[in-house]
C-alpha cells in the first residue's frame, strides 16, 4: 500500500500514450495553462519509453490548492486516460487508479465491445 501524503485537495491524473502522438505535449500546454491561468499549483512528469517515436509515453499530472512536493511518479491517480487502445491488453492500466476514480480509453470500441475489450 501507499501512503498518499499530498496536499487536500491535490488531484492526480495519469495518461499514457504512443510517443510523437502529442499526448506529452498537450499535457505540458495543459500544465502551464492550469498553472498560470488558476490559483492552483501544479507538477507534472514525464516517462518515455526507450524507442521515444513510437513507444509508451506516460504523462503525471498534479494540481491543487497548495504547494505540491511530490518528487514521485503517480501511484493513486484520481483520472487514468489511455490513448491507445491496443495498451489496454498490454499493460494494466488501472493499476494506479484510486477507488471510484475515472478511466478514459480513446477507442474505436463499440459500446457492445467494451466490457469484453477491458
Excluded at 8 to 22: P, V
Excluded at 40 to 54: I, M, N
Excluded at 76 to 105: C, I
Aim: with cysteine.
Amino acid at each position: 500500500d501507499w501512503l498518499d501524503v499530498l496536499p487536500e485537495g491535490t488531484k492526480e491524473c495519469m495518461f499514457y500514450g504512443l510517443g510523437s502522438d502529442g499526448t506529452v505535449g498537450a499535457n505540458k500546454s495543459a500544465v502551464k495553462l492550469i498553472g498560470l491561468g488558476t490559483d492552483l499549483y501544479t507538477q507534472a512528469y514525464f516517462e518515455y519509453d526507450a524507442k521515444k517515436s513510437g513507444g509508451v509515453t506516460i504523462s503525471h499530472l498534479r494540481f491543487g490548492p497548495e504547494p505540491i512536493h511530490a518528487p514521485y511518479n503517480i501511484r493513486t491517480a484520481d483520472y487514468v486516460a489511455v490513448h491507445k487502445e491496443s495498451y489496454v491488453q498490454k499493460y494494466d492500466m488501472t493499476k494506479y487508479l484510486k477507488e471510484g476514480g475515472v478511466f478514459v480509453v480513446n477507442c474505436t470500441w463499440s459500446q457492445e465491445e467494451v466490457p469484453s475489450k477491458l
